[in-house]
Every structure is written in C-alpha cells, then in structure tokens.
C-alpha cells in the first residue's frame, strides 16, 4: 500500500448485490483486487434501496455506520434496530441473518467488512484522528471537507476518501470542526 491515497468518489463503479437489494461502490479493498472470498478487508458504501435480507458473508464481521436515511433492521440474536446518521456503527457477524427495510428513501451506509481472526476493525465518527495501533486508517468524507496530516492537505468532496497507511500515521486534523469523518483502523 503507499503511504496516503487519495480515493475519489467519482471515480468509484457501482454493482449490484447478490440479492439484488441495492448497490455497493467499493472505496477500498485489501489486497486490491480481492473478490468476495479473497479479502481481508473492503470498506464500501451501500445504497439500500429496498427491503429485504442481506448477503451472508461467513467469517466476516461486519460494521455499518448510516450516513444517509434511516433504516430499520431486524438481525438475528440482537433483535430490531433502527439506525440513522449521527448513530453508532452498529456491528455484526456476516453470517447473521439480517433484514433490512429504508423508511423513507434509498438509505446509505458506510460498510466495513473484515476475515475474522485475520483482521479486526474499528469504525466511529471523528474530527481528529490520532493513531493507535493501527495498520491503516480509512477517512471517509459526509461533506466537503479538508484533511491536514503533517505538511499535506487534502480538499475532499463528499465520499471521497484518504487511505493512510502506518508509516504516515501522524496527527490528522479535519476542517472544518462540524465535518464528521469515519475512520477504520486494521490491526
């Protein structure tokens, strides 16, 4: 991976799920290039845009953080759930059995997805991230929004993202204040 990637929305493909619910525009997969069965981790927007259950994925735990609309879920084990932007990421397991249902309009949601024992994730709104241990961190732009990290700035439109890898995990500060990001970091 090279130190800072700057990963443009625009430049994103949409595809269809397996189940034909909605759409997912992968923002980034490690090893690029990895299909459904070959990563070890991809973080992708989905539109949900009508009800119905999810893909299962088996090994992979997932987080989804809205950013747009709300959603109505009803995942096995944790029972219903309604998530909206401002929530929590809210995670699972990708084999769960998970139906989900827009309220009012395709809803959108930041979705991350790691193989199980091979990779963990975290994923929360930020204004300033600083580094732990992480491997990488992935900043995804709700709104227009600048990134400063050492000397380099970084102007981002919205969804656009910055993969930044551990060797270039300095202190990143967003502008302006009001912009909520979200990170992931892959240890």
Do not use: H
């Not at 929305?9 to 997969?29: L, M």
């Not at 990563?39 to 539109?47: C, D, E, G, V």
């Not at 989900?100 to 930041?110: H, S």
């Amino acid at each position: 991976m090279k130190d800072i990637r700057l990963l443009r929305a625009n430049g994103r493909q949409a595809r269809p799920w397996r189940n034909g619910g909605g759409t997912t525009c992968d923002i980034a997969v490690y090893p690029e290039g990895a299909g459904d069965d070959g990563f070890l981790w991809r973080a992708s927007i989905a539109t949900i845009a009508s009800a119905g259950p999810f893909s299962t994925f088996a090994g992979v735990d997932r987080l989804l953080l809205p950013i747009e609309g709300t959603l109505d879920l009803t995942i096995d084990g944790l029972g219903d759930r309604r998530l909206r932007p401002g929530d929590p990421a809210l995670a699972f397991a990708g084999e769960t059995a998970v139906t989900a249902a827009p309220r009012d309009r395709p809803v959108r949601v930041l979705n991350i997805m790691v193989r199980r024992g091979a990779m963990r994730a975290e994923l929360d709104r930020c204004m300033q991230a600083v580094p732990g241990t992480a491997n990488a961190i992935l900043l995804l732009a709700t709104e227009r929004t600048t990134v400063r990290q050492a000397a380099k700035a970084f102007d981002l439109e919205l969804y656009d993202a910055l993969l930044i890898d551990d060797g270039q995990l300095g202190a990143i500060d967003i502008e302006p204040c009001a912009v909520a990001g979200s990170f992931f970091d892959i240890c």
